[in-house]
């Protein structure tokens, strides 16, 4: 049986920079999967008085993350580098600490603040490569996650004060 060869990839950027863009997507991804897995477990363990309200709201913010993880993995696989999926391999790329306990209500909309912010830190810190790039398609992907991340971070942090 005769082995294909590969046709290479010519959408307009470079393999560098095809794999610089890749790279930074890559933690983003992990922080998005590990903030998925932290909002999870809030929803499983919230307790308190403010149960209901929480419960759903955690439900309806992971469920948003689980969608964002597919979209992100299948950006950096467009660009045609194979996208992360492990748990170490997540690990190893994210900045978000994983979630061992079960903190308080109030203590899990704080970390879920964190959390937020810092996926929006990790999408800007990609930007000039992807805006070098006009890697416009990248850069749809990764504002509408910072909207989406900033906009969930104002709404959790209101809950604190």
Do not use: C
């Not at 959408?11 to 922080?31: F, H, V, Y």
């Not at 690990?91 to 306990?101: A, G, N, V």
């Not at 209500?105 to 959390?115: D, S």
Request: net charge negative; glycine share 4%.
């Amino acid at each position: 049986m005769e082995q294909a060869i590969p046709l290479p990839i010519d959408i307009g950027i470079p393999e560098p920079q095809r794999k610089e863009i890749a790279t930074g997507l890559s933690r983003l991804l992990a922080d998005t999967y590990t903030l998925y897995l932290k909002t999870h477990n809030y929803h499983w363990n919230v307790t308190g008085p403010m149960f209901t309200t929480l419960h759903a709201m955690f439900e309806q913010q992971y469920q948003e993350l689980a969608l964002a993880v597919d979209e992100i993995a299948e950006r950096i696989r467009a660009l045609g580098i194979f996208a992360p999926g492990s748990y170490s391999r997540f690990k190893e790329l994210t900045q978000i600490d994983e979630e061992t306990r079960v903190p308080s209500a109030q203590e899990m909309i704080h970390q879920l603040v964190l959390g937020q912010e810092a996926v929006v830190h990790t999408a800007r810190e990609i930007f000039p490569v992807i805006e070098a790039a006009n890697d416009e398609p990248t850069a749809d992907l990764v504002t509408n996650r910072m909207q989406t991340h900033e906009k969930t971070a104002w709404m959790l942090r209101s809950l604190l004060q």
